[in-house]
């Protein structure tokens, strides 16, 4: 029986420490019909020797270079253009899959004829010792996921035919995946959890880079220009989302 094609997609932006081990897991995967698409987002070059030595570790990997640095959402858009799978699955260059992820999450896609589910993800210190976890669960409607961006990114797979001009990841620094979610939502697209620990989310220094004035920026963003919420409904949400990312 033929497997549809999956396209792991992997922005890299000086993520050199990180990355072999993040490809090892895409490559390692029991799913077999997939391809590994780097989209290098570094007008620094100095990485590119060594991510190119990578594509030894498979003859799936290929690597697209930008021009100048886009941003891993907008990274994203490119890979998504130049896929050819049916299922786009996102791996950001710091995590790590479990070896069985695609296989049973697509397994469960098909069984459940949805577009897009994301799994139960745990997160890992630079000691990768295991300081957290967060369960995957079902979102039905935009009310359930506005006070929370409760998905992990690198846990999501989405059918390909869900992507169009509108839904795609906006230009924003930080939240562009939380803004994909809610437009998929407002299209009454269920988003569906999968609660198996499939995905360690390595917490590094380089994942904290961002500053919280730039994310706080951005998720008030979330609320005012995209949900189109007045000042205090969107501060009120803001509110919500600094919570409830200190208590997850």
């Known amino acids: 029986m033929n497997i549809a094609k999956a396209s792991v997609i992997i922005p890299y932006y000086k993520k050199k420490k990180n990355i072999k081990q993040t490809i090892k897991s895409a490559v390692s995967q029991t799913y077999s019909n997939l391809e590994i698409i780097l989209i290098y987002d570094d007008e620094d070059q100095s990485d590119l020797i060594y991510l190119k030595s990578l594509k030894k570790l498979d003859k799936r990997i290929r690597i697209i270079i930008n021009k100048k640095n886009l941003g891993a ?107 994909l979610w809610l437009k998929i939502l407002k299209r009454n697209i269920h988003i569906l959890g999968i609660n198996k620990n499939l995905v360690s989310w390595n917490l590094t220094k380089d994942s904290l880079s961002s500053s919280i004035i730039q994310k706080i920026r951005d998720g008030y963003l979330v609320y005012n220009k995209f949900m189109k919420f007045n000042l205090f409904k969107s501060l009120y949400f803001l509110f919500l989302l600094s919570i409830n990312s200190l208590l997850r």
């Open 73 to 179: 959402g907008q990274s994203r858009n490119i890979g998504i253009l130049n896929s050819k799978g049916k299922y786009i699955c996102f791996l950001d260059a710091d995590d790590v899959w479990n070896k069985n992820k695609l296989l049973l999450q697509i397994n469960f896609m098909i069984k459940e004829n949805c577009n897009i589910s994301h799994t139960t993800y745990e997160i890992r210190n630079s000691n990768n010792k295991r300081i957290g976890i967060r369960k995957a669960r079902n979102f039905y409607n935009l009310k359930e996921l506005l006070p929370s961006c409760d998905i992990g990114l690198s846990t999501v797979v989405i059918n390909k035919k869900i992507f169009n001009s509108e839904i795609k990841f906006s230009k924003q620094k930080t939240k562009e995946d939380f803004v």
